[in-house]
């Protein structure tokens, strides 16, 4: 377990797996060496994302009942502040020791914990939830999978929904920026404009000086609503 670099158990689990042409097998690997004590989970912040917090703000932004989901859920500590709010929360993650972990650190709660494939979801997730969080789970791919998987995020999101999408930005996109090994593999400005696919369209996208020396984008984009 590593404790000066906290992407270091990631990175070599990963490399493994992308070695064996396997883009997602590391996330299971990784979380049963976090129950087990000998990895670390670098994503793990015991609480939501605070960009998402700031989002939200008051709760005003989720309308009760509203469908919510939460993509690469992870501790799941994000899908939890939605039913907080109100949403009816579905979470999921490929790693089913994720799914455990949250389930296990959350009992009784009314998020619907899921194991699934962001490269091959479940049919009937298509356009089917007002609100879609997505947090740094594209970037945790390599290059070549940001597009199908980008793909599949802005296919979630339903008639009159909400896509908000919070990423480690590329560094091309910042001053002094220095690229390295992933994952994870942070979103150019280009591949954030992306999701704006299948008819969402954007409705803002910054970029902020998070915690330097990194720099985050949240975006949010939207879907029309049919015509009836």
């Given amino acids: 377990m590593s404790t000066e670099d906290p992407d270091a158990d990631a990175r070599r689990l990963a ?22 004590g000998s ?27 509203a469908r919510a989901l939460v993509v690469g859920f ?15 929360t579905t979470a999921f993650d490929v790693a089913p020791s994720a799914v455990a972990a949250a389930r ?3 009992p009784g709660s009314p998020v619907d914990y899921r194991v ?21 789970t594209v970037q945790s791919m390599p290059p070549p999978f940001h597009p ?3 793909a599949s995020v802005a ?19 910042h001053p002094g920026g220095d690229a390295h090994g992933g994952p994870p593999w942070p979103l150019t400005r280009a591949e954030v404009n992306a999701f704006a696919q299948d008819g969402l369209h954007t409705v803002a996208v910054e970029h902020l000086d ?19």
């Fill in 210 to 228: 998070a915690v330097p020396p990194w720099y985050r984008w949240r975006a949010e984009f939207h879907r029309g609503s049919e015509e009836p």
């Fill in 116 to 136: 699934a494939d962001l490269l091959t979801p479940p049919d009937e997730w298509r356009h089917a939830f007002d609100l879609v969080v997505e947090i740094m």
């Fill in 74 to 88: 992870g501790p799941g500590f994000d899908a939890e502040l939605l039913a907080h709010h109100g949403a009816q």
């Fill in 104 to 106: 296990e650190r959350f």
């Fill in 39 to 65: 990895a670390v989970v670098p994503w793990d912040r015991g609480a939501p994302h605070p960009l998402l917090l700031d989002w939200i703000g008051d709760g005003e932004r989720i309308r009760t009942g």
């Fill in 155 to 173: 296919g979630f999101v339903a008639p009159g929904g909400t896509l908000l999408v919070i990423a480690t930005a590329a560094p091309e996109t």
């Fill in 148 to 150: 199908p998987a980008t």
């Fill in 15 to 36: 490399a493994v797996s992308l070695a064996a042409d396997d883009p997602t097998g590391w996330f299971e690997h990784l979380y049963a060496a976090a129950a087990d």
